[in-house]
């Protein structure tokens, strides 16, 4: 599969991850937050920040039917409208142009999640360059269709989806013209517990689908997206938050900016410890090969010596005959004067 680019950066398994940081509705209502959670994504060293693209209106109705509102215990969310739920978490159409041009400031890649072909039409005006499409939209394939059709590159998360809805979406893009396709293993718990995350996944979706795979990770802390890596994932989404402390929609499952600038450096690390199969010393290891045992004469011996296993013996460092000759040479006797110490070498043994 070829690289895909993104605003410049390079994404492709085998190099370090895209790390995406999302802010969601972590903003709290505030344009200012907003942009210092901007300002402290860039300065963590996060390549990207990523908004979601919507309003009350066009992801619900105002109503008051149960089925319009979250009913279940253990959700974060439990006994609100989705139309609230949503007006809260929205980042106001109008902050996403003040927002996009403080990311490309910091030198970091703005780009969203449309949930409706509104908000590409607003995306496309900023000069969005990708786009992602969110779990719970994976099975609306004319947005799908709508994204695709941009020629941008595409993240498609698939929380909850199962084989043949992944198959759709992805034929649904590729229909559409897209020829740059990302996949997101997802959990849409939040949070998620990491045993129901399934990292596995991710090599079987790159090579069934045969696009790169990242993580859009709902867990708690850095462990589960630095696994990630390690199983080949080039992107890696994080929800981010100036404090958990401080509340919000989403506080609950983001990381701080500590914890994102641990992301970002054990992340690369990972993906740079990945290397290549190899056998063998490495540059870095190979100094320490005169440190493995080796033969040595451990007493003075004079000329016509027995080798004996009180005079011959396997130490460190390295130097002379492996110790597999061991059994060869006991017995063997030298043919020439020996110092304690020396290393055993053919040149000297009868």
């Known amino acids: 599969m070829s690289e895909i680019v993104i605003a410049g950066r390079r994404i492709a398994a085998g190099r370090p991850p895209l790390i995406v940081a999302e802010l969601s509705g972590n903003h709290n209502g505030s344009l200012a937050q907003a942009l210092a959670i901007v300002d ?67 030198g970091v890649i703005p780009f969203s999640t449309p949930f409706d072909a509104s908000a590409v039409e607003l995306l496309e005006r900023l000069g969005a360059p990708a ?127 500590r914890e994102l600038r641990d992301l970002v450096a054990e992340t690369a690390r990972a993906s740079e410890a990945l290397g290549h199969v190899h056998y063998g010393a490495s540059q870095a290891d190979r100094a320490s090969l005169r440190f493995r045992r080796s033969l040595h004469v451990v007493e003075d011996l004079e000329p016509g010596a027995a080798l004996t296993e009180w005079n011959l013996r396997a130490i460190r460092p390295g130097g002379g005959l492996a110790p597999k000759y061991l059994p060869v040479l006991l017995g063997r006797r030298v043919v020439r004067e020996v110092k304690r110490g020396t290393p055993v070498d053919w040149s000297f043994i009868a």
């Not at 802390?221 to 404090?243: N, P, R, W, Y």
Request: with cysteine.
């Open 40 to 106: 402290a994504a860039a300065e963590a060293g996060a390549h990207a920040v990523k908004l979601q693209t919507y309003t009350a209106d066009t992801m619900t109705l105002d109503l008051p039917d149960p089925a319009f509102a979250i009913d279940d215990a253990s959700s974060l969310w439990n006994g609100r409208s989705l139309y609230e739920l949503y007006r809260e978490a929205a980042t106001p159409w109008e902050w996403h142009g003040p927002l996009f041009e403080r990311c490309r400031a910091r």
């Open 131 to 257: 786009y992602k499409i969110a779990s719970f939209e994976i099975t609306d394939l004319p947005l799908i269709e709508r994204v695709a059709a941009t020629g941008k590159p595409l993240l498609i998360s698939t929380g909850m989806a199962d084989i043949a809805e992944i198959d759709e979406a992805v034929r649904a893009a590729r229909r559409a013209g897209c020829d740059a396709l990302i996949l997101l293993k997802c959990t849409s718990a939040y949070p998620a517990p990491p045993s129901s995350i399934n990292l596995r996944t991710i090599p079987h979706m790159r090579e069934l689908f045969g696009v790169d795979v990242g993580l859009s990770d709902h867990s708690p802390g850095i462990g589960v997206a630095v696994a990630a890596v390690a199983l080949g994932a080039s992107v890696i989404e994080k929800h981010v938050t100036l404090s958990r402390a401080a509340g919000g929609v989403d506080a609950a499952f983001s990381i701080e900016p």
